[in-house]
Structures are given as structure tokens and as C-alpha cells.
């Protein structure tokens, strides 16, 4: 059906949504064209194209896209598509082009910023409307392309406000990321896992600041955790500080969640308050500050290391965590499937031991074969299933719907609450996005 703006607001009222916000194919198609290719969508981060002719894909809306280096040492952001017949320039996900990107269907050559530089048997085209510099004949660029402290985002659009105003506060999560590095820099380390959910991607976004699932959904890995932290003492061992990164879902309990206060940022974005106890007193975190106050000075590396976040929500693309060096992007595929990203960064200058405390996380938390993935995943299709049925309309978002705190341009959850306030604000930020465009 064609949706109207008005047919699209009456979709989303102040604590629930509708069910087809999720279900249905045409709104998927409006979300791709007034969202997701006209935000800015994260691409992905400096260190993924580290050399000159390196390249990255990744997709923005419905559209393929990479990510080059050229040999001037600037990155861009192109389509990838060549102008000539449409083949998809590069195939590999990741690679490095050489001097030049090269079609492999009939050997057109591009510069790595998408200029056309050669075309076999160029005299074939004499007396025709094609020339070697003609707009038409070279590899469009995204719209706009900016990064924020090496991290790339891309808008399809031509207008809008600029990726530091639509980040906003919420930058604070690729700060946090960067500035715990005693080495003032961080990279991605190897590949990501990709995952392809079988659920909305909206349920995705929801899902990370839902507060009151972790002790209920996960709550039998926290107790299989504590069992083995168990064995573990009474063998004389001590846990590593990773399980109890999955201890936690049970030792708090379905109640104990309410403690963790979240924040409803401008244009979607939304924050966590951190929760985990990544600051022990043991040599391997005595040896990071050390390493900290070195590089900033003592004062300065209390600031950073003294920031209460523990996530961070980059409406509508992203996850950032940077206590735990990992960040999630997602690429919508239809309105029930949604690809996702999962990537790891190394702080650099820190002990190998800070590493390999993330990397726990990263691997009994968010990898494909983790428990707490899969409790997640499989919740995420149950409930895709569920919004499919004609057992009820409405999505619920009214766990302390009314209560939230209003402090300027944010939003905040009551203290001490298990509130939905980040899900009632991301569907409402989604009804802005998708009613903006005049005459729909």
C-alpha cells in the first residue's frame, strides 16, 4: 500500500507501536529511502583501509558501497558499481586494489578515488556521446562522506545537517573509544563476525538498551556461569573477570537491572550507564592506568577512565561499547532480516592483558556461538513470528511510560527503573524520520 504521513504517525502513539512498523514491505522500502539513505550510516573505521589501494565493502540502505584509501592517502566512499555495463567493481569484501581498480568485466580502469582513467580500445567511442571525463562515465561518490576521528559514515543525500550534528553527545562513545588508548589510537582487529538475524532491525536497536530482558532471557547462562565459577574456587582457581560477564545475568537477578540509567539522546541515539566492574584492583588494570596516566597526565586520565558509559546507541545503524573495545553495526536486508556486524578494536599502548579481557567479552557475549547470542536471536525470531500473527496489534513500550526526566535535549529514565523510555524514543525519532518528506 502507499502510506501516507498520516497513515505512518498513527502507527507510533506515546508508549506503543504497531505491529506492521515491523512487518511491512512497503514501510521497509520508505525506511531505506527517508532513513537509511538519508542519515548518516556508519561504513566503517580508517583502519580497515590502512594502505593505499586498500578497499572495504559494506552496504548503505539498499545500496553496495566501498571504502577506498587512494595513494594521496584520502579515503572515499563510493559506489560500487561501474558506469559502464553495472558490474560490481569489487567482489571481495575486503582487499587491496593496486594503483587502480580494474572491472573485471571488460578491464575499465578507475583511480582509487573513482575517477575513470582507461578504456580498452578507447577509439571504439570516437563520434559518440561518451568521454573519458564525462560525469556520467565515473564511479559516483556517496553524497556526503565525513568520518569522525576515523571513524567513516556516508549520506546518500545531498542535504541535511552534518555527521557531528547528528552525532551530537552521543560522539562520547568513539571518544571513550579512542581516549582509552594510552596510545591515542585504536583499530579494528581482524574480521567481524556477520551474523544475519531472522527479525526487524528496529528489534535489534531495542534490544540493546531493553533493560528488563538480561536477567530473564539470560538468566540460565548466568547461573551455568556461576556453576563453573564455582569449580573453579573450590579448585583453587580464581575466574577470569570475563565470566563474570556472564555470572552477572543471574547474580543480579530479573529485578537487579533497574540500576543501570539510560539516556534519550537527540535524532535517536541513546546511552547506558556502565555496570561492569572493569576497574578491579589486580596488576593487569593497575599496569593500564599506569600506562593512562603516562600518556595523559593523572588528571586526565582519571577524566576518561572516570566517563559512566558502558554503551552507546548510534541511531539507526550502530552499537558502541567502548569499555569492551566492540562495536555493531547493522545492514536491514527486509523488514525479518537484518545483517549485523560485529567488530573488535585494540587500544593501542595498552597491556595485551586489557586486550584479552575484551576479547572474553567480545567472544562469551556477542559471537555467533555464544549462549547469550543465541537466547537474544532466538527471542528476536520468536517475537518476528509473534508481529506476523493476528493475536494483537500493539508492541508494548509502557514500562514507566509518563516518568521519564526531561533535562534540556534529553531524555532520561526514572533513576533506579527497568524503564522502556529508549524504545519509546527510538520509535518516535522513526515516525519523525519516516514522515519528513513534504507531500508524502
Not at 46 to 59: F, H, I, T, W
Not at 61 to 75: I, L, N
Not at 223 to 231: F, G, S, T
Request: proline content about 5%; some cysteine; aromatic content about 10%.
Amino acid at each position: 500500500m502507499a502510506w501516507t504521513n498520516k497513515e505512518i504517525s498513527a502507527l507510533v502513539e506515546p508508549d506503543r507501536a504497531h505491529r506492521k512498523a515491523y512487518t511491512d514491505e512497503d514501510l521497509f522500502e520508505l525506511e531505506m529511502e527517508r532513513i537509511f539513505e538519508r542519515a548518516w550510516i556508519y561504513v566503517g573505521h580508517e583502519s580497515q583501509v590502512k594502505n593505499p589501494g586498500d578497499y572495504y565493502l559494506a552496504r548503505i540502505g539498499r545500496q553496495p558501497m566501498m571504502m577506498t584509501r587512494d595513494h594521496y592517502g584520502e579515503v572515499h566512499v563510493l559506489y560500487n558499481r561501474c558506469p559502464h555495463r553495472g558490474a560490481q567493481l569489487c567482489s571481495a569484501r575486503s582487499g587491496n586494489a593496486g594503483k587502480r581498480i580494474r572491472c573485471s568485466y571488460h578491464a575499465w580502469m578507475f583511480g582509487l578515488d573513482g575517477k575513470l582513467e582507461s578504456i580498452p580500445a578507447i577509439d571504439g567511442y570516437d563520434g559518440t556521446n561518451l568521454t573519458i571525463d564525462g560525469e556520467d562515465f565515473q564511479v559516483p561518490k556517496a553524497a556526503r562522506a565525513a568520518s569522525y576521528r576515523g571513524f567513516w559514515f556516508a549520506s546518500l543525500a545531498e542535504d541535511g545537517i552534518s555527521l557531528e550534528e547528528q552525532l551530537g553527545e552521543a560522539k562520547t562513545g568513539f571518544d571513550q573509544l579512542i581516549d582509552r588508548a594510552p596510545g591515542r589510537e585504536t583499530e579494528v582487529v581482524g574480521e567481524c563476525f556477520h551474523m544475519v538475524q531472522h527479525s526487524n532491525w528496529k528489534i535489534f536497536l531495542e534490544n540493546q538498551l531493553d533493560a528488563s530482558h538480561p536477567g530473564a532471557t539470560h538468566e540460565s547462562t548466568g547461573i551455568a556461569a556461576q556453576m563453573v565459577e564455582r569449580d573453579m574456587r573450590a579448585d583453587g582457581r580464581s575466574p577470569p573477570l570475563s565470566y563474570g560477564f556472564l555470572s552477572d545475568f543471574a547474580r543480579l537477578g530479573i529485578d537487579g537491572w533497574g540500576k543501570f540509567g539510560t539516556v534519550g539522546h537527540p535524532h535517536g541515539h541513546c546511552t547506558l550507564e556502565g555496570y561492569m566492574g572493569l576497574r578491579p584492583d589486580d596488576p593487569e588494570t593497575n599496569a593500564y592506568v599506569k600506562a593512562m596516566y603516562e600518556s595523559y597526565g593523572e588528571e586526565r586520565a582519571e577524566e576518561i577512565l572516570g566517563v559512566n558509559l558502558h554503551h552507546s546507541l548510534i541511531y539507526p545503524c550502530m552499537s558502541i561499547q567502548p569499555p569492551l573495545q566492540q562495536l555493531r553495526t547493522i545492514r536491514p536486508i527486509s523488514p525479518t532480516r537484518t545483517m549485523s556486524e560485529i567488530w573488535h578494536f585494540r587500544l593501542k599502548g595498552a597491556p595485551e592483558a586489557i586486550y584479552q579481557r575484551a576479547l572474553g567479552y567480545y567472544y562469551l557475549v556477542n559471537s555467533p556461538s555464544t549462549m547469550v547470542n543465541a537466547d537474544d536471536l532466538f527471542n528476536w525470531w520468536k517475537v518476528q513470528h509473534g508481529l506476523d500473527s493476528q493475536g494483537g496489534d500493539w508492541v508494548s513500550f509502557h514500562r514507566n511510560a509518563g516518568f521519564d526526566i526531561i533535562d534540556g535535549n534529553l531524555r532520561k529514565s526514572p533513576e533506579g527503573s527497568m524503564s522502556e523510555m529508549p524504545l519509546r524514543h527510538m520509535m518516535h525519532v522513526w515516525r519523525d524520520y519516516m514522515t519528513a518528506e513534504e507531500g508524502a
